[in-house]
Structure formats: structure tokens, C-alpha cells
């Protein structure tokens, strides 16, 4: 009698598992980097139209602005006028696209305790957060992050790496 109803639980699960079998599609989405139009018909490929990106992208954000990211001194949060022309190409950009979100993350160099890094580079998203909502950006559009030393861009300790990674880099958040 147990092995009846074994075979029998058996049986039924066998049975379960075929119902649940996935069945091909007619017809495959394309691979990723894939065309679904013949080239140069102008057609949407992945995620870009034409060889434009997206409008209000991240794509089209670091395409459309002089620079997604501002430099900063040794020790210093201050707007430069460096700093000040490629804000502003910011800021006309996301005034462009008033629903478009952005996180502007805060970078040091190496010299310096952890702690301290993580201030000064939460002073300085701050600071490109603040001279952005001067400009008209509402402020609820902009989150900001300090990553101190963690994230370094240029990996070296020579003043060419560290002016590299003192930055504050504005994100479009998708």
C-alpha cells in the first residue's frame, strides 16, 4: 500500500511539473545590442533613437552638459568659475527636463582620516547642490552623497590622481 501511494504522489507531481513546462515565444526578442530595424533607417535601438540618446537620459545629460563633474582645490568646497560654467550647463539642462532627478555625489582624495573626508565631500555635493537650486533647480529634484575617499577615480598618489578625486559628480537617476 505505501508504494502505491508513493507511485501515486509520484505521479502527480510529474504530472505538475509538465504543466508548468515554459513554451517558447513565436518570435524572439533581439539579443541585447541588437537591432530590431535594418541600420541606418532611423529606427529605435536600444534605448537611443537615431544616434541621438534618449531625450532627458543620463545619456543625454552627460552628451548635452559641458561635464557631469566639478573639481575642487586641496581641502576646499568652493565654486571656482571653472565650476560655475559647467553648473550651469547643468542647470539648464535639468530646467530643460523639470521631472528629471539627481543624486550629486561628493569625492576626495586619499589624504585624511575617513571621517574627515566624508565631511568635506559632503560639503562639496552640498555645495554644487546649493549653486544648482540658485540657479532655479528645485531642491527636492537633488539628493546628495558623500563617498569620502572610497570612490577614487584615479587610482595614484601624485597630484595629477588627487586633483582627479576631488570632484562632486552629478548623477541622473533613471
Not at 79 to 105: F, G, K, S
Amino acid at each position: 500500500m505505501a508504494n502505491r501511494k508513493a507511485a501515486l504522489v509520484m505521479s502527480v507531481a510529474l504530472i505538475a511539473v509538465a504543466g508548468c513546462a515554459k513554451k517558447r515565444p513565436p518570435v524572439l526578442p533581439p539579443a541585447p545590442g541588437e537591432s530590431t530595424t535594418a541600420p541606418g533607417t532611423g529606427g529605435e535601438t536600444g534605448g537611443q533613437v537615431g544616434t541621438g540618446a534618449l531625450p532627458g537620459s543620463a545619456e543625454d545629460f552627460r552628451r548635452s552638459v559641458r561635464s557631469d563633474t566639478v573639481n575642487f582645490a586641496l581641502d576646499s568646497y568652493d565654486i571656482d568659475p571653472d565650476a560655475r560654467a559647467i553648473l550651469d550647463t547643468q542647470a539648464q539642462w535639468l530646467t530643460q527636463y523639470p521631472n528629471v532627478r539627481v543624486t550629486i555625489e561628493g569625492h576626495c582624495d586619499e589624504r585624511g582620516t575617513r571621517e574627515y573626508n566624508l565631511a568635506l565631500g559632503d560639503r562639496r555635493a552640498n555645495s554644487a547642490k546649493n549653486y544648482l537650486v540658485a540657479r532655479g533647480i528645485d531642491a527636492g529634484r537633488i539628493t546628495t552623497i558623500s563617498y569620502g575617499k572610497e570612490r577614487p577615480q584615479a587610482v595614484g598618489s601624485d597630484e595629477g590622481a588627487y586633483a582627479q578625486n576631488r570632484r562632486a559628480v552629478t548623477v541622473v537617476i533613471s
